[in-house]
């Protein structure tokens, strides 16, 4: 409550005295309504994320109402025609509501941080779910960064980069991921990356890949690099020692047993591609 009502307050701050909304930074909202309305059909810009900080909406969509309050969030996945309506508001207390895009590529480039097999085929274009504090706290945390242009600048994007973590690792992480895999070149990148973390330590064949992507050798190299900045052995190699920092750090054996172990042949070529990432040693980070 305490995180919702925080957010309440900065949604009036930023939209300001006799203020309907404001935007926030690209692609971030705050809105204040003060009275009830009519229903009206508009069209709902999808994919979207709006998040009811105080006061209630009625939407209809599909011949289906859906009524959602303070601490709920609402998706909609697609570019939909709707009837909305505030229900509850006034001056004293009125509707006060974040907006956020959900742009396919941000969702696309953190769908290759999890270890998903594939998400489920969304059901629903349109859906309420309430929201949880891990969910609120980057909301705020965005909204406090806002008072200040270079907090928001340099801090902003890491904000809105948790929001949506947040929103693909929760209940209706499902919906979120089909909105990232738009481009379904996305879904053939993300079944080499999940091959890539689970053997990492395993010679790599860039064109056996290709062939698990379903693409070909060069399409999937141009994909590879757009989704990741990287080529497959670049990302490979960052896997490896990413991993063997973390046994090093552990103390789960020596650094030559550690390279082998992350599927290096030559210690010394660990050593160096360490110390080029790393900028130490990887027996100074086991003292």
């Given at each position: 409550?305490?995180?919702?009502?925080?957010?309440?307050?900065?949604i009036?701050?930023h939209?300001?005295?006799g203020?309907?909304?404001?935007?926030v930074?690209?692609?971030?909202?705050?809105?204040?309504?003060?009275?009830?309305?009519?229903?009206?059909?508009?069209p709902?810009?999808?994919?979207?994320?709006?998040?009811?900080?105080?006061?209630s909406?009625?939407?209809?969509f599909?011949?289906?109402p859906?009524?959602?309050?303070?601490?709920?969030?609402?998706i909609?996945?697609?570019?939909l025609?709707s009837?909305?309506?505030?229900?509850?508001?006034?001056?004293?207390?009125p509707?006060?509501?974040?907006?956020?895009?959900?742009r396919?590529?941000a969702?696309?480039?953190?769908?290759?941080?999890?270890?998903?097999?594939g998400?489920?085929?969304?059901e629903?274009e349109f859906?309420?779910?309430?929201a949880?504090?891990?969910?609120?706290e980057?909301v705020?945390?965005?909204?406090?960064?806002?008072?200040c242009?270079?907090?928001?600048?340099?801090?902003?994007?890491a904000?809105?980069?948790?929001?949506?973590?947040?929103?693909i690792?929760?209940?209706?992480?499902?919906?979120i991921?089909?909105?990232?895999l738009a481009?379904?070149?996305?879904?053939?990148?993300?079944?080499?990356?999940?091959?890539?973390?689970?053997?990492?330590h395993e010679?790599?064949?860039?064109?056996?890949?290709?062939r698990?992507?379903?693409?070909?050798?060069?399409s999937?190299?141009?994909?590879?690099?757009?989704?990741t900045?990287?080529?497959p052995?670049?990302?490979?190699?960052?896997?490896?020692?990413?991993?063997?920092?973390?046994?090093?750090?552990?103390?789960?054996?020596?650094?030559t047993?550690?390279?082998?172990?992350?599927?290096?042949?030559?210690?010394s070529?660990?050593?160096?591609?360490?110390?080029?990432?790393?900028?130490?040693?990887?027996?100074r980070?086991?003292?």
């Amino acid at each position: 409550m305490e995180l919702l009502q925080e957010l309440h307050t900065l949604i009036l701050e930023h939209v300001g005295d006799g203020g309907r909304r404001a935007t926030v930074v690209d692609g971030v909202a705050v809105a204040v309504v003060n009275e009830p309305t009519s229903p009206v059909v508009a069209p709902v810009p999808g994919p979207t994320l709006a998040l009811v900080a105080q006061g209630s909406m009625r939407t209809v969509f599909n011949g289906e109402p859906y009524e959602y309050g303070a601490g709920k969030y609402v998706i909609a996945s697609l570019d939909l025609s709707s009837t909305s309506q505030v229900i509850q508001a006034d001056r004293d207390e009125p509707l006060a509501i974040f907006i956020m895009d959900l742009r396919p590529q941000a969702i696309a480039s953190l769908l290759l941080e999890t270890d998903e097999a594939g998400p489920p085929q969304a059901e629903r274009e349109f859906f309420v779910t309430d929201a949880t504090p891990k969910l609120l706290e980057p909301v705020v945390r965005l909204l406090r960064a806002a008072r200040c242009p270079d907090d928001l600048r340099v801090l902003g994007p890491a904000y809105q980069r948790e929001i949506l973590w947040r929103l693909i690792t929760g209940s209706q992480g499902g919906v979120i991921r089909q909105i990232g895999l738009a481009d379904s070149s996305i879904a053939h990148i993300a079944r080499a990356i999940g091959w890539i973390r689970q053997h990492y330590h395993e010679p790599l064949s860039v064109g056996d890949l290709a062939r698990v992507s379903g693409m070909s050798t060069s399409s999937f190299h141009r994909h590879f690099r757009a989704a990741t900045s990287a080529t497959p052995i670049q990302f490979q190699k960052t896997i490896r020692l990413q991993t063997a920092r973390t046994l090093l750090r552990a103390r789960t054996g020596s650094v030559t047993a550690i390279a082998h172990r992350v599927g290096y042949e030559s210690p010394s070529q660990f050593h160096r591609d360490y110390r080029r990432m790393f900028g130490s040693s990887p027996g100074r980070d086991t003292q």
